[in-house]
């Protein structure tokens, strides 16, 4: 019991101890300096492939990646842009085929692909559905500095979805123009 007793007079020794004026000064110093606001604007993507082609979009639009399941077809309705029903959690989500609205021609060589071919649901407040990815890198944080303008081929062309880009990891991120992407996707779905 005495030795508990000096243990706990020890430790509040310890604790309450004379701060050394040195310690302080240090101390004051260091912290007292004003600290540089960097103010740092970023922007918040969602990384993934398509082919051949890496592609971004804005996470405020992304809802779930999951891993490939089946598509049901709907006859006289499946087409090069609409290829089905998928059920998420007991609902009937559009699928649709990202490949052939961003005109992506498929790969000559089968590379070995790390992740699974992933599916991944999103939307905006007006229309919800899934897209096929072959590999998905994630949540991506970019520095809005960092985002370029597209070269001009790819500006220019006929009914083009991208309206940036940037690099990631020496990957050249083609980034989709939501309100053009999801305008295009209602217009083609309209029967």
Known sequence: MDKIKNNKKTGRGFLDRAIP????????????????????????FIVFRVKNTWVALKTKFFFESFEEKFIHLVP?????????????????????NIASLINVVEENDKKSVKNAKRMLQIGNGKIK??????????????????????PANIASAKNSIFKNRFIYNDKKVLIIGDDVFFEQIDKKLNW
């Open 21 to 44: 004026s040195s310690f302080i000064d240090e101390n004051t110093d260091k912290y007292a300096v004003e600290r540089e606001n960097k103010t740092v604007s970023q922007s918040s």
């Open 76 to 96: 006289h309705r499946t087409n090069d842009i609409f290829d089905g029903l998928i059920n998420i959690h007991g609902k009937l989500i559009m699928t649709i």
């Open 129 to 150: 559905f899934v897209i096929k990815a072959d590999e998905v890198i994630g949540n991506v944080h970019i520095e809005n500095e960092k985002i370029e303008e597209l």
